[in-house]
């Protein structure tokens, strides 16, 4: 069954496409959809070897994702990343350990992962702890501020005061 998504991420690899969507589809019990491979014609404008990956179509949580082998061109940066939103710490935990594996752990809940895409593993009750008028969501900000990887119990805490 094909899916109709409107709008498809497509993140441009240098070789890694097929890893990369392997590695994102055993995290979120994905599915590869589609596998192309270059052929002879363009191979003065693309420089890859015919039979080799061109691109990968993925699907995590009913989104897809396209991922391209296109060379060292382009490379990730933190402008762009995706948001894993968790509903308990299990999940945030299972997330964090996962997508670091061969990463790099960020501030507040920020991640690379081996392949340099960004994301952001969030708790689903961070937008109550920071609402407008939320209490204290200064003290919720101190305590994130000093977090890697999220914790929700202590975020709860700074939002009692404690």
């Keep these: 069954m094909e899916i109709k998504t409107k709008i498809v991420p497509c993140l441009w690899f240098d070789d890694q496409a097929e890893r990369a969507a392997k590695f994102y589809t055993s995290i979120f019990k994905g599915k590869i959809l589609k596998t192309t491979h270059y052929t002879e014609a363009g191979s003065e404008i693309h420089g890859r070897p015919a039979g080799s990956v061109m691109t990968v179509e993925f699907e995590l949580a009913a989104q897809r994702f ?3 082998n296109g060379g060292p061109i382009f490379k990730f940066t933190e402008a ?6 968790c509903d308990t710490q299990e999940e945030v935990d299972y997330f964090w350990s996962k997508l670091c594996e061969g990463g790099q752990e960020g501030p507040c809940g920020w991640l690379k992962d081996k392949f340099g895409l960004s994301w952001q593993v969030v708790p689903t009750i961070m937008g109550d702890l920071f609402a407008d008028g939320a209490k204290n969501s200064g003290k919720v900000m101190q305590a994130m501020l000093k977090m890697k990887k999220l914790d929700i119990a202590e975020l709860k805490r700074a939002q009692a005061g404690k």
């Design 66 to 68: 396209t991922a391209l």
């Design 80 to 85: 762009i990343s995706f948001q894993v939103m």
